[in-house]
């Protein structure tokens, strides 16, 4: 292990926000700086998605013994899926001198804050309101009128959670993906250099 591993990267926000997006503007800009922890999921594939790509996915079985044995940092269960992340999946991409992104709901942020010797970066991403959020869930048509409520009620708590600025450290709303993503990358740049600087030293 690296003795100053670069720090986790930890994005939050309610979903339909666009981190997605945000994410990729910033990993676009620095090739090879930024790599995904991989989650595992209790969930089918859909279409399109690949094993140890999208997801690992897993027996809910195999998920709940690789929870006992203490292999996650943080658990969720979402729509009667679970979701984790490993303390392997990012050692993996701490250790190619990478920073690791996380996207996680606001439950996983409350677990990774019990683990002092990660210390990332965290990052909330926030709608302009609620009702422009419900209108981007509505436009990607891929909830029913139950599961949108859910995610509605869900966003709630998260922008609750979000508004305490001792949560995390910058809030950014997304009224404007060119300002949401340059902020993002401003928040970020000292960390960015700072690992060009170690790769370039050690290559």
Do not use: W
């Amino acid at each position: 292990m690296m003795a100053n591993p670069p720090k986790p990267l930890v994005i939050c926000g309610p979903s339909g926000v666009g981190k997605s997006t945000i994410i990729k503007r910033l990993t676009d800009e620095f090739p090879g700086l930024f790599g995904f922890s991989v989650s595992h999921t209790t969930r089918k594939p859909r279409t399109g998605e690949c094993d140890g790509v999208n997801y690992h996915y897993v027996t809910r079985e195999d998920f709940l013994s690789c929870k006992e044995n203490g292999d996650f940092i943080e658990t969720a269960e979402f729509s009667g899926n679970m979701y984790g992340t490993s303390k392997m999946a990012i050692q993996s991409i701490q250790q190619k001198c990478q920073i690791c992104i996380l996207d996680i709901e606001m439950q996983g942020v409350i677990q990774i804050k019990k683990i002092p010797e990660l210390e990332p970066n965290y990052v909330f991403i926030q709608p302009p309101s609620i009702e422009e959020l419900e209108r981007r869930l509505i436009e990607r048509k891929t909830e029913t009128e139950e599961s949108l409520k859910k995610r509605l009620d869900t966003a709630k708590r998260e922008l609750e959670y979000g508004a305490n600025l001792d949560n995390f450290d910058i809030v950014i709303v997304n009224d404007d993906v060119d300002k949401a993503s340059g902020m993002l990358r401003a928040f970020m740049i000292e960390h960015i250099e700072k690992v060009q600087h170690s790769k370039d030293t050690t290559s």
